[in-house]
């Protein structure tokens, strides 16, 4: 597992540290059980606060990705097996949209608000009502 940052993004360290998990478990590079290394360590490698890992590791736990007990660090959960069998799916489907001409923030808006039902109301019935 390589944890990459890039300190000249607007993007949040902890967020990118997220990200990389994340990839890492689409890639089925971590799976079920795989413990990632000490928040402690990871910061030391990358020259980032500690914090920031412990931050991304609780949103990926807050996820279902991650399992965080004390003693035994961070666990990829069970629940996170299932993201990687979606991989190729959502691979093809980011490929589509992009065919079609949507962005990619559109269509995080679109899986957005399918998939929470408190928005099902105003969720859009077609693409073209989604302002990108």
């Known amino acids: ?11 949040p360290l902890y967020d990118q540290v997220a990200a990389s998990i994340r990839s890492d478990i689409l890639a089925g590079a971590l799976v079920p059980g795989d413990r990632l290394p000490a928040a402690r360590d990871v910061a030391e490698a990358l020259d980032i606060n500690q914090h920031t890992v412990l931050h991304a590791y609780q949103r990926l736990r807050d996820e279902g990705l991650v399992d ?65």
């Open 68 to 132: 965080l007990r004390r003693g035994r660090g961070a666990v990829i959960a069970g629940s996170a097996a299932p993201l990687a069998e979606l991989a190729q799916e959502i691979d093809a489907l980011v490929r589509r949209a992009g065919a079609l001409g949507v962005s990619a923030e559109t269509l995080a808006g679109i899986v957005h608000a399918h998939r929470d039902p408190r928005s099902e109301k105003n969720a859009p019935r077609n693409p073209e009502e989604v302002s990108p």
């Open 1 to 11: 597992m390589l944890i990459r940052v890039d300190t000249d993004s607007p993007r």
